[in-house]
């Protein structure tokens, strides 16, 4: 079954723990993206990456940092959790065509 | 800034068209038109998207102004499953190629 898988579905962390987020496709895209949503809102971009060991900081980067050593895996960690780090976060990826594919989202909650 | 700009909310009978409006007056040349929808808290999903030339595929119709400072989302026959947030979102296809997305359309399909 193609397409993006966002682990975990849930997490409830305590303020200062760390954390990742992983994301994986099996779609053999060059593009993938972090963005999280908050309540009400749309989604807003964190970091990218345009191909296998490349990174960029996309609109809230700050907090957050990600890694892309294989070209299926792009991971989102969290070094010390605050309560405004509280989201869902989804992961995308997109090869040469024009649309993007979006997992079903990661709900994280810092108390 | 935000590049386009959609209503809050619509409400549309099903069975009936849906059409949604975008405005998007800024446009560059280079940028495309695209269109995103997000079912409840799932991912966003690709619909349709356009430079210049009308558009058409199994889900939707794009229409775009000859000026391009604006389109129309055409959902043919809305049923009560494309009860959605639509995203118009403006960007160019590019390596990054990054979505900003904006507050979306709240489209409410009644019985």
């Known amino acids: 079954n193609a397409g993006v898988t966002q682990t975990p579905k849930f997490r409830v962390l305590k303020t200062g723990q760390s954390m990742t987020l992983l994301c994986a496709q099996d779609?053999?895209?060059?593009?993938m993206y972090w963005y999280r949503q908050d309540p009400g809102m749309g989604l807003r971009l964190i970091h990218y990456?345009?191909?296998?060991?490349?990174?960029a900081k996309g609109e809230v980067p700050d907090g957050y940092n990600v890694s892309r050593l294989k070209k299926q895996n792009f991971l989102l960690g969290l070094e010390s959790a605050a309560p405004s780090q509280t989201s869902v976060y989804f992961c995308?990826?997109?090869?040469?065509?024009?649309?993007?594919?979006f997992g079903s989202g990661t709900r994280l909650t810092v108390v | 800034d935000a590049k386009t700009t959609q209503p809050t909310s619509m409400d549309c009978a099903e069975g009936r068209a849906a059409n949604l409006p975008c405005n998007h007056s800024?446009?560059?040349?280079?940028?495309?038109v695209y269109w995103y929808r997000q079912i409840h808290s799932q991912g966003p999903q690709y619909i349709i998207h356009g430079l210049k030339n009308n558009e058409t595929n199994e889900m939707a119709s794009l229409i775009i102004t000859e000026d391009r400072k604006s389109s129309t989302l055409i959902l043919p026959h809305a049923t009560l499953r494309d009860t959605a947030v639509y995203y118009c979102i403006v960007a160019a296809y590019n390596a990054g190629n990054m979505l900003t997305f904006g507050g979306g359309t709240r489209l409410m399909v009644k019985p």
């Open positions: 995308a990826s997109r090869g040469q065509g024009y649309g993007y594919t």
């Open positions: 800024t446009i560059s040349g280079n940028e495309y």
């Open positions: 990456s345009v191909g296998e060991g490349t990174t």
């Open positions: 779609m053999n895209h060059e593009y």
